[in-house]
């Protein structure tokens, strides 16, 4: 069973940067597909970033950097120039193998989610 722990969520003014880190376990990591998503007040979850097993990258927008740190077993998340759409909770999720796709509905493992509240 693959688990996974958000962390880095906090207040942040606007412009600023933020660093997301996802913690897995339960699997061997070099499989794991893993990917970034937020859920605003009053929307859909949205998927912002992943990464597959090749280290292969998808971004649904600008200004973001998903890496994946084999030692740690992390995923992590930088936001760069912090929007006040960018407030809310950020969901790290997980599945074995495949692409980095964006949809909710391809990971069955998700974290309890960080969150982030952008303020001028």
């Known amino acids: 069973q693959v688990q996974l722990v958000e962390s880095g969520g906090g207040s942040v003014q606007l412009g600023g940067s933020l660093k997301l880190s996802c913690q897995t376990s339960?699997?061997?990591?070099?499989?794991?597909?893993v990917a970034w998503f937020r859920q605003s007040p009053g929307k859909e979850r949205r998927g912002v970033a992943g990464i597959d097993e090749y280290d292969v990258k998808h971004y649904d927008k600008s200004g973001l950097t998903i890496s994946r740190d084999k030692t740690k077993r992390t995923v992590s998340l930088q936001i760069h120039n912090l929007k006040s759409e960018d407030t809310g909770t950020y969901y790290c999720?997980?599945?074995?193998?495949?692409?980095?796709?964006?949809?909710?509905?391809?990971?069955?493992?998700w974290g309890q989610g960080t969150q982030v509240n952008v303020s001028s």
């Open positions: 999720a997980a599945r074995i193998g495949g692409g980095a796709g964006l949809r909710k509905e391809e990971y069955p493992y």
């Open positions: 339960g699997h061997t990591f070099s499989r794991l597909v």
